[in-house]
């Protein structure tokens, strides 16, 4: 596609249910990022991929977050147990090689509210 | 901790002046500092970015200004314009690729 992909756009969910967040980076692009953003504040660092491996997963809050991105190509988040202190933009980025001019090319991200 | 403060949090400018957000930074392993413009409902986009071997960097009305020794950097919109109003972000990166974001400002130009 012409840009990164993300759904769903928006999610409801309960406290305690499982969510999966998908982003589909833009083609040929090796690195793949997950950030989550709070309303008024810049993005936060959660994970990244170079290819299908995880390269950094620092900033993942608690072992409820995992990522992953078997092929090397489309990523899954997936939220354990939300709670609602997850309520957040999720925003998937992807960047040429391992973005060592800075430049990545965000998604609209998924926004998740944990009622 | 790496961290990048930026302000300020929110600034209103006329049409035709001149906009200025600061950004200041501690990690000197810091080695790459973008600008990126986040617009309503949309993800940040790059906008601008510089290496802290260059003072100052300039494209078009944006131009970045950076003081290594202070470790600080600023970015300068000259004539501003309606069209500008966004939200900024600075940030920085370290070689492993990981961008740092400051928290924004909230840009508004007056007609």
């Known amino acids: 596609g012409a840009g990164v992909s993300q759904s769903p756009r928006y999610k409801v969910t309960k406290r305690g249910q499982d969510v999966a967040l998908r982003c589909d980076p833009i083609?040929?692009?090796?690195?793949l990022y997950w950030y989550r953003q709070a309303l008024g504040q810049g993005p936060e660092f959660l994970t990244y991929f170079n290819y299908e491996a995880q390269q950094d997963k620092s900033g993942l809050p608690n072992d409820r977050f995992s990522a992953e991105r078997p092929e090397g190509s489309i990523s899954t988040l997936t939220i354990q147990r939300t709670e609602q202190r997850d309520s957040a933009m999720y925003r998937c980025?992807?960047?040429?090689?391992?973005?060592?001019?800075?430049?990545?090319?965000f998604g609209e991200g998924s926004r998740l509210t944990v009622l | 901790q790496q961290q990048v403060k930026q302000s300020p949090q929110s600034l209103i400018v006329q049409k035709g002046g001149i906009s200025i957000i600061n950004c200041a930074y501690e990690n000197t392993a810091f080695d790459y500092f973008p600008w990126y413009q986040q617009f309503p409902g949309k993800g940040p986009a790059l906008l601008i970015a510089i290496r802290p071997d260059v003072s100052e960097k300039k494209e078009g009305r944006f131009t970045i200004s950076f003081n290594k020794s202070a470790k600080q950097f600023s970015l300068h919109i000259m004539d501003s314009q309606p069209g500008d109003s966004a939200t900024y972000f600075c940030?920085?990166?370290?070689?492993?690729?990981?961008?740092?974001f400051g928290e924004g400002t909230q840009l508004t130009v007056n007609p």
């Open positions: 940030a920085a990166k370290t070689s492993g690729s990981r961008l740092t």
């Open positions: 083609s040929g692009h090796v690195s």
């Open positions: 980025a992807s960047s040429r090689r391992w973005a060592d001019t800075g430049e990545l090319f």
